[in-house]
């Protein structure tokens, strides 16, 4: 089954622990994306990539780094957490030339304190 | 940079009644997709409809359809035939698409649209 897969779905943590939330997809997409989802904001977005080792700013990029190293992979790491933080992120691919449509995980859900 | 406007914070409908989402969107690009996605309470983004630009037939999907003003850049969403399964947030988003390249979406923030049974 074609497919975005993050992880974890929920997380609670504390200011200033270091997290990673994960970003799988089994499409051989070459553009992947990260978001996150505030009241009232709507979805903006954190940081692209248009294939391995290629990455760039989003719309809200601070706080937040990328990686890619495989094609399937686009983690998301928060270096040093902090209650501004605290959203719901979405993963996103989709191929490079199609007409637009994006794929979407499940979402994460992820709390500072 | 792209914005997206929806105007309509909270809508509220009954059963088997049509309804309208409105969006309107600001952009100097000439070759660029508009979608509508719906989010239901599982928090999952699903796609309901896309429209590229450069087409001037209105898209539709079953009981969805579009009302695509290039020249006015709005791009409102019809719903007939309403369902209970609508209750969803339902979002407005642009992406520009140019040099085979992928670009971002640009967002609204959303409609909340209720379907009263």
């Known amino acids: 089954e074609a497919q975005v897969t993050q992880n974890p779905r929920y997380l609670i943590t504390v200011t200033g622990k270091k997290l990673t939330v994960t970003c799988s997809q089994n499409?051989?997409?070459?553009?992947m994306s990260w978001y996150r989802q505030d009241p009232g904001l709507g979805l903006r977005q954190i940081y692209y990539?248009?294939?391995?080792?290629?990455?760039d700013k989003g719309d809200v990029p601070e706080g937040y780094k990328v990686s890619r190293k495989e094609k399937r992979n686009f983690p998301l790491i928060l270096e040093s957490p902090s209650p501004n933080q605290t959203s719901l992120y979405f993963c996103?691919?989709?191929?490079?030339?199609?007409?637009?449509?994006?794929?979407f995980g499940p979402g994460t859900r992820l709390t500072v304190t | 940079a792209q914005t997206v406007t929806q105007s309509q914070p909270e809508m509220s409908v009954q059963e088997a009644e049509t309804v309208t989402l409105s969006c309107t969107y600001d952009?100097?690009?000439?070759?660029?997709?508009l979608f509508w996605y719906k989010q239901p309470p599982s928090r999952q983004m699903i796609l309901v409809i896309r429209q590229e630009a450069y087409k001037q037939q209105n898209a539709t999907e079953n009981r969805f359809s579009v009302n695509f003003q290039k020249a006015a850049k709005s791009f409102s969403l019809k719903i007939s035939d309403s369902q209970l399964g609508d209750t969803a947030m339902y979002f407005c988003a642009f992406m520009t698409h140019s040099g085979g390249g992928a670009d971002g979406l640009t967002f609204g923030k959303g409609t909340h649209l209720i379907i009263q049974p």
């Open positions: 996103a691919s989709s191929l490079i030339g199609t007409r637009g449509e994006q794929y």
């Open positions: 499409m051989n997409h070459e553009y």
């Open positions: 952009t100097s690009e000439s070759n660029y997709y």
């Open positions: 990539s248009m294939n391995v080792e290629v990455t």
